[in-house]
């Protein structure tokens, strides 16, 4: 399993993305999304992304350099047409945008459809926390792709329908929840299967509905599908959650929700900006969220843990380590991103 320091990995996945048609700036704004995302720890979200992206544009389905039009604006709010860009460059400047417009306008919301894939979610709300603001991203499949069954159901009907909330923080680090509505999201099924390991109890129901640990179980015809968040037990809150990630993100932002018919792949983005100056001063609001965060990590422990963590602290310590060690790429990863970029005319090993 080859391994890389992330300025390395970026370098090459730069290199990729140019000879893929990206301009360099496109380019390294995808690159250093995938690499931060194995640098965090969340390699279905990173590198591995790269022959997926490159089919997209070998296929036409995802277009380099695509521009971002404004299809219907108000000061606070804003609907955007990626025209079938790279999800990573149309978010990023959608969140630009929504901080632009929470600064004047206290509170905003945007949403952008025509978008291809944006990848980890919680790239992005650090862009409004560093500047003293909540914010909050979710998307949807943009009506296509459904792997995930409603609550009850034996076939799938949704995606992973996640949703990412940063809030800044006294010291310096964001609490960053980023999580799938589903029990695991896709890419970490994707991950299991490129390594030819099963998958934990309680991820996927097979075509059959009932519980496997095969990932090919999702990737096989007729399909599985992957269990709403809460599986078994509690889906019925997973299930509701994601149906309103569905709607904010389908409905408002003009992608479309779930349906039979859809035709496109990719994410229909929905965000939100709290300007928390607007609502009460930053030191207060940040002297509370240090409060409460002393006072959950204060809770006795369960057997088996060691500590409580707060979300985005994994990360975190994933990223100072592997900032250290290098990110390990997997060989069948590895190997297809060779390959990939070979069809571009792009020589990485
Ligand atoms: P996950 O289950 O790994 O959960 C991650 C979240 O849980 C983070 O906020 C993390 O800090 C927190 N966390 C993890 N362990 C913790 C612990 N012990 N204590 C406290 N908090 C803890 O995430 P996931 O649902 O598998 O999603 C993985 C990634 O996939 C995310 O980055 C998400 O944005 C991305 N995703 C993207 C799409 C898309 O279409 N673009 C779809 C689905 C998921």
Not at 272 to 295: C, D, G, M, R, S
Not at 315 to 320: G, I, L, S
Request: proline share 7%; net charge neutral; charged share 15%.
């Amino acid at each position: 399993m080859p391994t890389f320091q992330a300025a390395a990995l970026q370098e090459i996945a730069t290199r990729i993305f140019e000879g893929a048609g990206s301009s360099p700036e496109e380019a390294r704004i995808v690159s250093e999304h995938l690499v931060t995302a194995n640098l965090m720890g969340h390699d279905s979200h990173g590198v591995i992304r790269i022959p997926q992206y490159l089919a997209s544009v070998k296929n036409g389905t995802c277009v380099p350099n695509a521009p971002l039009e404004v299809v219907q604006e108000t000061p606070a709010t804003a609907v955007l047409n990626a025209n079938w860009g790279y999800g990573q460059v149309a978010a990023r400047r959608a969140m630009e945008l929504a901080v632009a417009k929470a600064a004047t306008q206290a509170v905003s919301a945007v949403g952008i459809h025509h978008c291809n894939h944006i990848g980890r979610l919680g790239a992005y709300p650090p862009l409004a926390t560093a500047r003293e603001m909540i914010a909050m991203v979710m998307v949807n499949g943009h009506g296509k792709g459904h792997l995930v069954a409603p609550y009850g159901g034996a076939e799938g009907r949704l995606v992973t329908n996640p949703i990412a909330v940063g809030i800044p923080t006294a010291q310096g680090e964001p609490l960053l929840l980023d999580v799938a509505t589903s029990v695991v999201a896709e890419g970490k099924v994707r991950v299991k299967r490129n390594r030819g390991e099963p998958v934990p109890e309680g991820w996927l129901v097979d075509a059959n509905g009932l519980p496997t640990t095969d990932p090919m179980a999702l990737y096989s015809s007729p399909r599985g599908a992957i269990l709403p968040l809460g599986g078994l037990i509690a889906g019925h809150k997973g299930f509701g959650l994601a149906l309103v990630v569905e709607v904010l993100s389908g409905a408002l932002s003009r992608a479309g929700c779930a349906h039979p018919e859809a035709t496109r792949n990719g994410n229909g983005v929905f965000m939100l900006v709290l300007n928390i100056a607007a609502f009460t001063p930053v030191a207060t609001f940040k002297q509370e969220v240090a409060q409460l965060a002393a006072y959950v990590k204060s809770a006795r422990l369960m057997q088996g843990f060691s500590e409580i963590l707060l979300p985005g602290e994994p990360e975190a310590r994933t990223r100072e380590r592997r900032a250290a060690e290098g990110i390990p790429v997997d060989d069948e990863t590895w190997r297809q991103i060779v390959a990939a970029a070979k069809e571009f005319g792009v020589q990485v090993a």
